[in-house]
């Protein structure tokens, strides 16, 4: 296998389209691991910039699920395409399990934090800074 | 276009919608609801990809679980009417270029590699969860096997790596993980109880 240069941005849009255009030979839109590894992608970087952008703590916590999820779309599609096997799905069930735990203790933080301030504006939370 | 693709484009389509409504909305119980759509159709991508126990367990612990206590969350902190939590738009729009970024660097990343390749070199060409060896477990259906291979690899036993053809140790499991990650939710609910606990001052006259 020859390894090509790391393309740059264009190229790499042109390089989708052209692996995603519907091609009468191929009688449709083919499937395979890179298909669901965009799917995992476009979660990632909705659930980043979600955690950037909201400023309400709520808000910050569902980021945190979309990038979970993605990784978890990521370690399936592994599992079922590679020899990574079945450990893909196990680890994809630790992912679900450790996230709905994290989502409860940090509901429970962000209810804390409305107790004291009467708001979960993220911003607000300033007392620890420096 | 075959059952496949057209379940995998849908789904695929509903994923990175809700996903990406999720950012743009700025209504927490409509991001919620948004949430609610990505997150069951990303379950939908589970099932196609053979995973049937991960997506009905996505289901369960994200949809039915997760969810309703992010909604629980927001009714209990409800914002006030003057406390707008609006993203001002040029955090938007920064926002918007690295999102922009980082999606071609992703998406670069993952087209420039040739993944038939990948996965003709290291699976013999075909999925391996879709082989017939790893169906069944040590003993024959009629034998009472009634342990899925999913199952059995949390208590320890691989018959999936153990039983493929030219295998000659047995594979480890994953028990341990398995009980950390139990007492680990046991001590994440109690801490939980104690964070969200009601505290009532004590009266001093009392």
């Known amino acids: 296998m020859n390894h090509s240069p790391v393309k740059f941005f264009p190229v790499s849009v042109k390089a989708?389209?052209?692996?995603y255009r519907f091609d009468p030979q191929n009688r449709g839109l083919s499937v395979d691991l890179s298909s669901y590894l965009l799917v995992g992608a476009v979660l990632f970087v909705a659930g980043v910039v979600c955690m950037a952008t909201k400023?309400?703590?709520?808000?910050?916590?569902?980021?945190?699920?979309?990038?979970?999820?993605?990784?978890?779309?990521?370690?399936v599609a592994f599992a079922n395409y590679t020899k990574l096997g079945l450990d893909g799905q196990?680890?994809?069930?630790?992912?679900i399990v450790l996230a709905a735990a994290e989502a409860a203790v940090a509901l429970a933080i962000a209810l804390s934090f409305y107790n004291n301030h009467l708001t979960i504006d993220v911003d607000q939370a300033n007392q620890l800074q420096g | 276009m075959t059952g496949h693709q057209l379940l995998f484009w849908v789904f695929a389509a509903v994923t990175c919608g809700g996903a990406i409504a999720v950012v743009l909305t700025q209504n927490v119980v409509?991001?919620?609801?948004?949430?609610?759509?990505s997150l069951?159709?990303?379950a939908g991508l589970f099932f196609l990809l053979n995973a049937d126990f991960v997506g009905?367990?996505?289901?369960?612990?994200y949809v039915g679980g997760t969810l309703v206590l992010l909604v629980f969350g927001v009714m209990l902190t409800a914002s006030g009417p003057f406390s707008k939590m609006q993203?001002?738009?040029?955090?938007?729009?920064?926002a918007g270029i690295v999102a922009f970024l980082l999606l071609g660097l992703l998406g670069s990343s993952v087209c420039s590699v040739n993944w038939n390749a990948v996965v003709a070199a290291t699976n013999h060409g075909q999925p391996l969860l879709a082989r017939q060896e790893l169906n069944h477990g040590y003993n024959k259906p009629e034998e009472g096997n009634t342990g899925h291979p999913l199952g059995m690899a949390f208590l320890g036993m691989r018959p999936d790596r153990d039983l493929a053809p030219g295998t000659k140790t047995l594979s480890t499991g994953y028990l341990l993980p398995f009980e950390i990650a139990s007492v680990h939710l046991l001590v994440v609910l109690i801490g939980a109880a104690y964070l969200?606990?009601?505290?009532?001052?004590v009266q001093p006259n009392e």
Request: glycine letters at 10%; aromatic letters at 8%.
């Open chain 1, 16 to 19: 989708v389209l052209k692996k």
């Open chain 2, 30 to 37: 409509r991001m919620a609801f948004w949430l609610i759509v």
């Open chain 2, 87 to 94: 993203t001002r738009p040029g955090e938007l729009f920064l």
């Open chain 2, 56 to 61: 009905t367990a996505q289901l369960l612990v």
């Open chain 2, 40 to 42: 069951g159709a990303s």
């Open chain 1, 90 to 95: 196990v680890i994809s069930l630790f992912v």
């Open chain 2, 196 to 201: 969200a606990r009601a505290k009532r001052r």
């Open chain 1, 55 to 75: 400023r309400n703590g709520i808000g910050v916590l569902m980021g945190v699920e979309l990038v979970l999820n993605g990784a978890n779309i990521n370690f």
